[in-house]
Nanobody
Framework: QVQLVESGGGLVQPGGSLRLSCAAS????????MGWYRQAPGKQREWVGS???????ATADSIKGRFTISRDNGKNTVTLSMNNLKPEDTAVYYC??????????WGQGTQVTVSS
């Protein structure tokens, strides 16, 4: 049974930082591309960034320079480090595991709220 469990969300003031983690089980983690997505209230889910099984990363323009993605294949985790957070970063953040020709797997999400 595949499980992706996000953690690390919470309430933070504008300009603050948070680090989200996603722990995977039930898959050979090193073979999967991992992505972070977010969904704000009343909006569609949007892609935040990804890190491939080859460790190559890509991030959305809206968060470039503020968020970084990393992975630890030994711990089956992917991390989203978020700095200089803005109110518009408020959303539920989800991680996704994907591999060509296979279904994607999603976590349950973790809430990030940026507010003073």
């Amino acid at each position: 049974q595949v499980q992706l469990v996000e953690s690390g969300g919470g309430l933070v003031q504008p300009g603050g930082s948070l680090r989200l983690s996603c722990a995977a089980s039930g898959i050979i983690f090193s073979l999967y591309d991992m992505g972070w997505y977010r969904q704000a209230p009343g909006k569609q889910r949007e892609w935040v960034g990804s890190i491939g099984s080859n460790y190559l990363t890509a991030t959305a323009d809206s968060i470039k320079g503020r968020f970084t993605i990393s992975r630890d294949n030994g711990k089956n985790t992917v991390t989203l480090s978020m700095n200089n957070l803005k109110p518009e970063d408020t959303a539920v953040y989800y991680c996704k595991a994907g591999r060509r020709h296979e279904n994607d797997y999603w976590g349950q999400g973790t809430q990030v709220t940026v507010s003073s």
